[in-house]
């Protein structure tokens, strides 16, 4: 498995050109010049979902993989309850969706997005990883008691929750004092971590003096925080200009350095060098230390509307 996954919630845009999430300014060919240099670098795990421009984000990231060999790349997409159909297997017909989107015949690893009722949408994942059409299950913005039940049902048929994906930076460390990541080491359970960078708001390029692009979604949720988050990005600035890296390197770092894959969105090949130079930087425990110390000081609540409390 890769140090780093690579996320596609940005590439799932409207399907007009330059009208990517986030301001994301997209085209076939950088898009394809993303991939290439991803998977030259070792980071072949894509993660998407039906929910990011709704099917959008599938179809294009196809599109960027045409030529690779299945074999060559991993491809980790979701079923969102919020948006399932009426009819009789809605996350079989989800998947289906998925599968052709993507022109594949499998996806390796398989989420249920968002808990909503877990003892309705687990068990039809069974037969589809009795298929073989889902090789891993895991489970995203769920808390500790909603991945337990989630496992206890797949237990029962042999099968277990492999995975879990949630947000998790130096900003919103929920799930760590959740027990989540205690449960997930102690269970040989894989934890993404996803906003590791805060959309931007923990890579050091923002500050009051220069803040996020307004009327954004980004800018209405961090442009009146940046001012708190000052000298937890100046620190990380530090720690990484002495190792010829960035604070998004840092950012991504500590994440690696907590035990978890993070998901970072890419939406230009240069990012790919930033993920190179996180994959090889080593933070001693007390750089760590301080590093939390100054998120915790900045006392600032960045979890999304669409979470719940861990």
Known sequence: MPAVALGTWAWGDSGQPGDGYFGSRLSESGLREVVEKAQSNGFTLWDTAVAYGMGRSETVLAQALAGYDRSEYKLSTKFTPQIAGDGDDPVADMLEQSLDRMGTDYVDLFWIHNAADVARWTPPLIPLLGSGKIKHVGVSNHNMEEIALADRILGEA????????????????????????????????????????????????????????EGSSRAAVYNGILHRLQALTDRMGAIGEDRGASAADVATAWAIAKGTTPIIGVTKAGYIDGLVRARGIELADAEIAELEALADAADVDTRGWWEHEM
């Open 158 to 213: 042999g099968f277990r929750v492999e995975a879990v994906q949630n947000h998790f930076s130096l900003l919103y460390r929920g799930s760590e004092r959740a027990g989540i990541l205690d449960y997930c080491r102690e269970h040989d359970v894989r934890f993404f971590s996803y906003m590791v960078l805060e959309q931007g708001a923990l890579t050091g390029r923002y500050n009051p003096a220069n803040p996020l692009p």
